[in-house]
């Protein structure tokens, strides 16, 4: 299938999109575009994304607490499932590694989840952010743990608001 990218700016860095031929998110990187395998992004074209810039900078401006984009992560049936569980976690809210274990039927399997989270191929889009450890500290996250603060930081700020 036909892939194409573009880089969408926001206040954690450049985010990198990539779309299938039939729209669906495949991917949403913090990591700029030579980080991640050329094969894998397709050639870049920046018309098309206008709905994924749109709702991100919705996001970030804290008028946006849910997105509505088509995804298609591709993974293990495990990591799938996890990552389903993860868009069930409210704006604002927070879910320990445990908990999403328990919840997608493997109670004791925090670090499965965690290696999952890890792999989370739609950062933001797909909530990782808000899964944090069972004593309520931030641990794991692969764009870095200031930015899961920003955006943890963000969605607690905006639902005081409302």
Not at 119 to 131: F, L, Q, T
Request: overall charge neutral; proline content about 8%.
């Amino acid at each position: 299938m036909r892939r194409t990218h573009t880089v969408v700016p926001s206040p954690i860095g450049p985010l990198t999109v990539v779309r299938d031929e039939d729209g669906a998110l495949v991917r949403l990187a913090m990591s700029p575009p030579g980080a991640l395998e050329a094969d894998a992004l397709g050639e870049r074209a920046d018309a098309g994304f206008e709905d994924v810039a749109r709702q991100l900078a919705e996001y970030f401006a804290g008028e946006r607490t849910a997105f509505h984009l088509p995804v298609r992560p591709v993974g293990s049936p495990f990591e799938l499932a996890v990552w389903a569980e993860l868009t069930r976690i409210p704006y604002g809210g927070t879910r320990s590694y445990g908990y999403v274990a328990a919840a997608v039927g493997e109670p004791g399997g925090a670090q499965a989840v965690g290696a999952a989270n890890g792999r989370n191929p739609i950062a933001v889009v797909v909530p990782c952010h808000r899964v944090i450890g069972a004593d309520g500290k931030l641990v794991g996250f692969g764009g870095g743990l200031p930015r899961k603060r920003f955006l943890l930081d963000l969605e607690q700020r905006a639902d005081r608001l409302f």
